[in-house]
Nanobody, 125 residues
Framework: QVQLVESGGGLVQAGGSLRLSCAASGRTFGSYTMGWFRQAPGKEREFVAAISWSAGTTYYADSVKGRFTISRDNSKNTAYLQMNSLKPEDTAVYYC??????????????????WGQGTQVTVSS
């Protein structure tokens, strides 16, 4: 099993920026997709962004497209989520997950079982 630890969350005003990090350790594997998800109070966990092993392919939810950027540094086993132009509706706990298959990450959270503990992002208006 791979252990994942998210960090970088906090409280910011609308229009501000944050950068989240997801560090992987333990039983890592050769190639895998990394994804970011978020869950607001009373809502289901939803997909935010995904990035392939080579970083050549990325995909974003429509709600964050143009504002968020996902990246990764495989030498550090770490993925990042740069969040700009934050809105109050971005407030949520943000989680990262990994899977060998690109399709599994894009399909949503239900089929994934490698998660971090989450980091809280709060955007004030």
């Amino acid at each position: 099993q791979v252990q994942l630890v998210e960090s970088g969350g906090g409280l910011v005003q609308a229009g501000g920026s944050l950068r989240l990090s997801c560090a992987a350790s333990g039983r890592t594997f050769g190639s895998y997709t990394m994804g970011w998800f978020r869950q607001a109070p009373g809502k289901e966990r939803e997909f935010v962004a995904a990035i392939s092993w080579s970083a050549g392919t990325t995909y974003y939810a429509d709600s964050v497209k143009g504002r968020f950027t996902i990246s990764r540094d495989n030498s550090k086993n770490t993925a990042y989520l740069q969040m700009n132009s934050l809105k109050p509706e971005d407030t949520a706990v943000y989680y990262c997950a990994v899977d060998r298959r690109w399709h599994n990450v894009l399909a949503g959270p239900d089929g994934l079982n490698a998660w971090g503990q989450g980091t809280q992002v709060t955007v004030s208006s």
